[in-house]
């Protein structure tokens, strides 16, 4: 590399440094020393290696850059000036009230594909990014800028593993070994080869370098674009804080604005105004897409006995046949979930996760940052593994469409490890999430294509036994609704209830009917967003109401009711499972947990 | 090995898989095929190597053997039989209702440490209990049973670098490489090489052998227990379903009961009634335990302003100086959630975790086992990576205390990936779990010392930003209790509410006061179990509650308080964190949520 084109490199990261300094000053927070390790590694990338249209972030052709270590944000930021993409006052902004320029980048930035700040996440989203270019038949590339610390983390390797075993060649993971994590060193410190060995391991092409000298860093770059059937990791160590005396490689300098700014803008050479004119990708190119037809559902009858998961898998093929953007992962488990139907039917658009529920979910996310509809499935008992993954992709106004299989103690024999107990909780909590709980197999079918309209985090949870379908096929299930199956005018109580309850709860009326009692039986199949004006007229009507649900009491459909009805003031009660199952049948299970016909037809009549 | 020997260790594996296939016969479910495949590899660790006495489970000086894949139980309970612990008939009762014997091991069974079921939990485990050792300087082993798919898990590579990492010489980890799957093929098949590659990247020792052959595998035990300073995994390449040709090495053939088990038996060479006498440990052994004084609880001074974190830091080193079994984990971030102060008073009864949440929380479970009482602390955020091992800790009826600091919105700049916003609801949803929440310094310091009492799964919320003091030292808060912080029979309306919130309530109050508008105020800082009567007695006299929760809407105070009140039916409205924050101040963010003063004073003008 000419010697002008090192000195304005050099120039270009010490302008990032500076930038990241005034940033955080301005801020009086931030991660200014975590923004410094790493601005050589990417004063190269943006220079000299990165396709991105800044004008066009939606130019399909574009590479894909994630800040993992999104503390880094000030690095990144800086980048964005440096490019032309923000102003120097918008620069500093930076995590003041209203200013996109958060604290972690997030998609509210049209550069960011997906928010980070939770470490270990920015990796397992990359792979999904770069699942997706193969089927896009694209060239673009995925870039992961990664902390030390953040490889800790178990999701990393999970990842490691799923794009070293896929050959994804054009995913690089740069990482930054500035060897202090926020406590103290790291557990390897500046031993790049214990790195390369466990990256090496998992099928990686791997490369260590200087982290801040752009020779070897233009090298590492060039090398990981030109490197074939591997993905790359370039493992560069670098000092936190570089070029900042006050800060630079020492202890208790992380994640806060150096304490006298002044003199290290004017160590790093003062400010600067350069800027990097990025290469723009080819123009024209457009991502393969499948073909598509008209939706056909599968049609149960009445009467028949059908899982909800079953109807998932049925439905979901036939919506990916209408739709060829339609994309389904699972997480070793397809037999079980019954995403095997769409697996058989749509080869290429299933990706089998193994299990690694983590990673399931950020290819997921991956995925959807490409304009893919994917759905996700395993046993709901294991989507809690991918908590973390499920919160952050709220905040990263993701769309992805999970499904939970084996959903409460009505699995019987297997036990408590297996049983979805805790879902409902999880999934409603999610900032903008929809959670559904079908009861029959038309209406599992109906949702399973619904959710692929919806924006955000959306969740299916489907039972493993079988149960009566209660609906005629082609009926409409609108999210956000219910369905009242009992009502009179002589109803005393509301059960409100969904999923396997539901067929107790019908029963239980029924036992009542024969003894004279009426009472109202809802199906409440849209967990959230919730019927609260059916649940208020049933609440005002007969002023009582029993919730039922195989879930633990605290967070789900009971709390759900309870919230819709909360400024009405009617008597609730809530039958859950509120002690630790074992091993039963199913319908021992149901009655153990005292959410069954009897259990449901004795709590009427405590009540009244 | 002498060929009698020989010819005893496959008899009795040839009855751990009869026993294995009849069980499963009885129950028409369960695992066989996983249980014949690991029935060597069993055999050979039961008649030679582990020491365990199964009179005296409780006995210290004990070996640990956890099933990780605990869908081999069929395997585990015929070991049982064998061992003299239970009867053939007690056998036969697999999965069936009141059994012990449940579909996945659980500490139901005396010599059951934790349950499994839940894929890659069991060595993340089994690291807590090996470090446990080097506490109690026992020179017990630990052996960990896993399967071949479960090491795509993120958390079994979290528990080999840590592992590797402190050189846990008495962890052994043997995978049963089957080849199989649930659904088909693992990842890397028999490919015993591509696992050995990763764990001596991890700095393993790796010992490859044919797992169906009992001189390999005593070769491989002897050599495991002889290997010093670093951890040993022995990959041994098996068959699914070994001995009977219905389904050996078959596809298809995973989860379920064989569908002739008469000609299965007979393959096998009908039944056996053979015993093995496990080497019992030698007797006199006593673990180390730590010296210990009385409690001395850090005081502040009402109206002083402190963190809750920095008050759980305190009370924590206070608490590790009473009590010689207390010990500390933390997950990178001891200087941010405070358990720095633990680490630097007792170094040697400290944990540094990294940013590894599973192992952070498995360890945990794992020092448990072994007596010790664990802390362990992430950002609340970050306590979602964990759910699974949070929910199977309930499951193993393990006694774990949790503290997520940096909770909701008033951390302020950082932004939504750094907020715990849906702990509440992950933590109240798990079965048996306490949830406290404390507003000020000696509140969270009594309820840190309380935790150490607690069975199950319990939880401390604690605040990022500092906050007044108002009660003054030495006060008693119990679990399940609340304060009346203001009444009068003149309350129109009553605010229930927890930590940071507490002072807006508070302040809100004194606002609506001056205007003539008077209302109660209760300090919630028990979530779980919740306070009930006092609960019901705000709603019945003043028949308006306000809930204010820096928290979703969805599964936290709010919801705690309605179910408790359901059964009344008083209004209750409820304010909490509907919206995505991104940066701003402490005080913006929770006028932006909506639950500071102004919005509460607010509500309640609103509901009157």
Redesign the interface.
Known sequence: MPERDLQYLSDLAAQLRVDSVRSSAA?K??HPTSSMSAADLMAVLFTCHLHYDFARPENPANDHLIFSK?HASPLLYSLYKAAGAITDEELLSF??????????P?P?LPWVDV??????QGLPVGVGIALAARLERLPYRVWVLCGD??L???????AA?HAG?AGLANLTLIVDVNRL???GP??HGWDTGAYA??F???GWHTIEIDGHDPGQIDFALSDARNTRRRPTVILAKTRKGEGVLEVENREGAHGKALKDPVTAIGELGGPRDLTVDVHRPEPGAEPYRFGAGALSLPEYAVGERVATRTAYGEALAAVGAARGDVVAL?G?????TKT?EFATAFPERFF?M??????LVAAAIGLQVRGWIPYAATFA??L??A??FI??A??SRASIRLVGSHAGVSIG??????MG??DL??M?????STVLYPCDANQAAALTAAMAGLDGVSYLRTTRGETPVIYPPGEHFSVGGSRVLRQSPADRATVVTAGVTVHEALAAADELAAQGVAIGVIDLYSV?PVDAAALAEAATTTGNLITVEDH?????L???V??AV?????????LAVR??P????PG?QLA?ARIDRHAIAEAVKRLL
Request: glycine share 16%.
């Open positions: 801020a927070s931030g999104g995590r003041k009230q209203g200013s996109p320029l958060e604290g972690h997030t509210r928010a980070t700040g939770s470490l270990g610390g953040e800790a983390e178990g999701s990393i390797w999970e593993e075993d994590g926020q406590r790291t557990r060995r466990r090496g391991a998992f699972d070793e488990v397809a037999d079980s095997e089998e193994y299990i690694a529920e983590q990673q008992a294991f809690t593994r908590h973390d919160r952050m709220a905040v024999e297997d036990g408590p490890s297996q107990l805790e909780a999880m409603r909590a999610v900032h903008g959230k633990r009491p605290e967070g789900g009971g709390d759900a309870l919230d909360s400024e009405l003031g009617p008597r609730v009660v809530k002690d630790l074992g091993s039963a049948t021992q153990n």
